[in-house]
Nanobody
């Protein structure tokens, strides 16, 4: 059974930091690109950051320079360090594991991030 369990969300003031974690089980972690997506109220889910099996990274333009994604293959865990948070970063953050694109990915249950102004 595949499980992706996110943690680390919460309420933070603008300019603050949070670190999200996603622990994966039931998959071959090193075969999967890992990503963080977010869904803001009334908006579509969007890819925020991803790290490939080879360690290459992608960041959405809105978070580049402020967020850092990393993976620990020994712990089957992916992280998202979020600095200089803005109210627009508010949303539910979902971890995903993909071998062949996000449409067939496994998803976590999501963790709420709220940034107050």
């Amino acid at each position: 059974q595949v499980q992706l369990v996110e943690s680390g969300g919460g309420l933070v003031q603008a300019g603050g930091s949070l670190r999200l974690s996603c622990a994966a089980s039931g998959i071959i972690f090193t075969d999967n690109t890992m990503g963080w997506h977010r869904q803001a109220p009334g908006k579509q889910r969007e890819l925020v950051a991803a790290v490939s099996t080879g360690g290459g990274t992608y960041y959405a333009p809105s978070v580049k320079g402020r967020f850092t994604i990393s993976r620990d293959n020994d712990k089957n865990t992916v992280y998202l360090q979020m600095d200089s948070l803005k109210p627009d970063d508010t949303g539910v953050y979902y971890c995903a594991a993909a071998r062949a694109g996000w449409t067939t990915a496994y998803w976590g249950q999501g963790t709420q991030v709220t940034v107050s102004s």
